[in-house]
């Protein structure tokens, strides 16, 4: 009942910009912190960013901050993660997915998370 479906990857140049969405379905998003998550190839997925519920606080990881940046519209129960200065190294799958409710953004780990979207591809490259 708790879903989210992540839409908006594609393929963006080195340096150009691609905004992805989660809109969220059964549950009313605002209540929740939701976080990004990427997965690139080889790799275990990591989170990137978080949004908390109420207050609406955000985090980043240090290697998409100043680049990234998350958002909810509560009308749209939705969030989203505007991307810019988009690298190679930026390539993955990007799911997002939310806190029990109540919890805050504080540490990024995966199995913190108990929902999950099922993501979207993101390709940069020239």
């Known amino acids: 009942q708790l879903t989210f479906v992540e839409s908006g990857g594609g393929l963006v140049q080195p340096g150009g910009s691609l905004t992805i969405s989660c809109a969220a379905s059964?549950?009313?998003?605002?209540?929740?912190?939701i976080g990004w998550f990427r997965q690139a190839p080889g790799t275990e997925r990591a989170g990137i960013s978080c949004?908390?519920?109420?207050?609406?606080?955000?985090k980043y990881t240090d290697s998409v901050k100043g680049r990234f940046t998350i958002s909810r519209d509560s009308a749209k129960n939705t969030v989203y993660l505007q991307m810019n200065s988009l690298k190679p190294e930026d390539t993955g799958v990007y799911y997002c997915?939310?806190?029990?409710?109540?919890?805050?953004?504080?540490?990024?780990?995966?199995?913190?998370?108990?929902?999950w979207g099922r993501g979207t591809q993101v390709t940069v490259s020239s």
């Open positions: 949004i908390s519920g109420r207050g609406g606080s955000t």
């Open positions: 997915a939310a806190l029990p409710k109540g919890s805050m953004c504080t540490v990024m780990a995966p199995r913190a998370f108990m929902y």
């Open positions: 059964g549950f009313t998003l605002d209540l929740y912190s």
